[in-house]
């Protein structure tokens, strides 16, 4: 899954995208590069990143997704509000990546019809305050149950099981030991038998552990997707798609043999 930002203020490539025209040019460069499905958000999502209104988030996403009608992977729309998932689904998105895992009023429901697919991602907290010292008894068990629920919430919505992926929200509410600890724990989601999407690409704990800002954090974060892969992940939410293709063609010929 490559990450388009159409954001003036994303941890990761904030201002890049921002503009429709080098949005869209960016989508299909992803395409270009294996990118399997490509993932456009219009409102970040890092610590204490401004909130948008409805109106200035389909501003930005609506004419982006005009321009990838014609795109040949499927396009995901990162938001969490209903009415944004509603006109993503009308201007033909087919996957919702819902960090808030369609907690917001009336977002089942504008998952629900559509015949697209969703993403849960576990957030703990809000952006606003979710880094200020997040706590967890246990990080895998308390995310595994707060999945494992919205999945039934998901489905007893009319989301049919096929369709949705689970996010244990890397760096959403956690510091780098729970992210660690999930990563390597990832089996654990197994039992909940939807695919697990990882997004570790660019994030801060990756800085936390070379030191490095995120521009620099190329190496660290294709070490990451490989672990995440090896542990079971199957989609990966990435900005470099070329090269964790190359990472990935590598795991690809050793698990073949
Ligand atoms: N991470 C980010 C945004 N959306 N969605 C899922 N499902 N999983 C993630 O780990 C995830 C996500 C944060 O990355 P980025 O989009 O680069 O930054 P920002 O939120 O600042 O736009």
Redesign the pocket.
């Known amino acids: 899954m490559g990450?388009v930002?159409v954001?003036p203020?994303?941890?990761?490539?904030?201002g890049r995208f921002l503009d429709p025209t080098a949005a869209i040019a960016h989508a299909y460069q992803l395409i270009e590069e294996g990118a399997d499905l490509v993932?456009v958000?219009a409102?970040?999502?890092?610590p204490g990143?401004a909130v948008v209104t409805v109106h200035e988030e389909l501003r930005r996403l609506l004419p982006v997704l005009q321009g990838l009608r014609d795109a040949t992977v499927p396009v995901s729309v990162?938001t969490i509000k209903p009415e944004v998932m509603r006109a993503a689904l009308a201007e033909g998105a087919s996957m919702i990546?819902?960090?808030n895992a369609l907690r917001a009023p009336g977002a089942l429901a504008a998952v629900a019809g559509a015949d697209a697919a969703v993403?849960l991602?576990h957030m703990h907290g809000t952006?606003d305050s979710m880094q200020q010292h997040p706590r967890y008894d246990d990080v895998v068990a308390e995310v595994k149950a707060f999945l494992q629920e919205r999945v039934r919430a998901a489905r007893d919505a009319g989301i049919a099981p096929e369709r949705i992926a689970i996010?244990p929200?890397?760096?959403?509410g956690k510091t780098l030991e729970h992210n660690l600890e999930l990563l390597r724990h990832l089996r654990a989601f197994d039992a909940l038998g939807a695919p697990l999407?990882?997004?570790?690409?660019?994030?801060s704990s990756l800085g936390k552990l070379t030191g490095k800002p995120a521009g620099d954090r190329l190496a660290a974060s294709i070490a990451a997707a490989l672990i995440a892969a090896q542990n079971g992940a199957r989609i990966l939410?990435v900005?470099d798609v070329a090269a964790t293709r190359d990472a990935l063609s590598v795991l690809a010929a050793v698990e073949k043999t």
């Open positions: 990450v930002n954001t203020d994303s941890f990761s490539d904030g993932d958000g409102e970040s999502s890092r990143a990162d990546n819902a960090i993403c991602m952006p996010d929200g890397f760096g959403f999407l990882a997004g570790w690409s660019r994030k939410r900005h």
